[in-house]
């Protein structure tokens, strides 16, 4: 009898799978916020202080829970940045754009969001940034348009 060759059989595919899930009392309330009032929160801590944005219900610095959030000016600095050239199917905006990772004042961490109104050449690390919101608005990250500078 012969033997069976041991080797791995891989089939490549595609799935496109709509679906639909709740992000949380926070995150709904933190996406409310600037839907409704143009204003981006943050999640204290009650015990150590930290404030993370975006919010999170349990405290990543000493896993409290946290049901305080805290109004932030929006404005922030940035940290570091890409301009992306891959285009994905996933994609909210159409390469090329720049994404950087943000860092509003008054917060301890830092969130991740496209950057505008300015040329590529021109965004540098440690540059203040004002959010930019879309005129109809609906409890989404993408109701930040981009962050510009300040
Ligand atoms: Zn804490």
Do not use: W
């Not at 204290?44 to 219900?57: A, E, F, L, T």
């Not at 994905?88 to 509003?104: N, T």
């Amino acid at each position: 009898m012969e033997a069976v060759k041991k080797e791995p059989v891989i089939f490549e595919g595609f799935v496109i799978m709509p679906y639909k899930y709740s992000v949380g009392s926070m995150a709904s309330k933190f996406f409310i916020k600037i839907r409704d009032s143009k204003v981006i929160c943050g999640a204290k801590c009650p015990k150590c202080g930290m404030v993370n944005v975006p919010p999170r219900s349990v405290c990543p610095k000493c896993f409290s829970k946290v049901e305080e959030l805290i109004e932030l000016s929006g404005k922030g600095k940035l940290e570091t940045f890409t301009i992306v050239h891959y285009e994905s199917s996933v994609q909210a905006l159409k390469p090329p754009y720049a994404i950087g990772v943000i860092k509003l004042d008054g917060a301890d961490t830092s969130m991740t969001h496209f950057i505008g109104g300015v040329d590529f050449k021109d965004i540098k690390p440690g540059m203040k940034l004002e959010p930019v919101f879309k005129a109809k608005r609906d409890a989404n990250i993408l109701d930040i348009e981009y962050f510009q500078p300040a």
